[in-house]
């Protein structure tokens, strides 16, 4: 779940509370391209201090 709102790579703005799904990590962690459906469909870079973990998928 991202914190706060941001903006998408296509300037698709993504509001807090939005949950998405982690396509790809980047700097070891410090941010995540994140995939929302719901509000928005939108492809997000994101900085790891803006998301919470809400469900991990079974592996």
């Known amino acids: ?3 706060a709102d ?3 790579d296509d300037a698709v ?3 807090a509370g ?3 799904t982690v396509v790809a990590i980047w700097a070891g ?3 995540f391209e994140v995939e929302f459906t719901q509000p928005v469909d ?3 870079t994101v ?3 803006l998301l919470s973990v ?3 998928a079974a592996g």
């Open 1 to 3: 779940m991202v914190l």
């Open 54 to 56: 809400v469900d991990r």
């Open 13 to 15: 703005p993504v509001p």
């Open 18 to 20: 939005s949950v998405g």
């Open 42 to 44: 939108a492809l997000a």
């Open 6 to 8: 941001v903006l998408g």
């Open 47 to 49: 900085e790891a201090a």
């Open 29 to 31: 962690g410090a941010a």
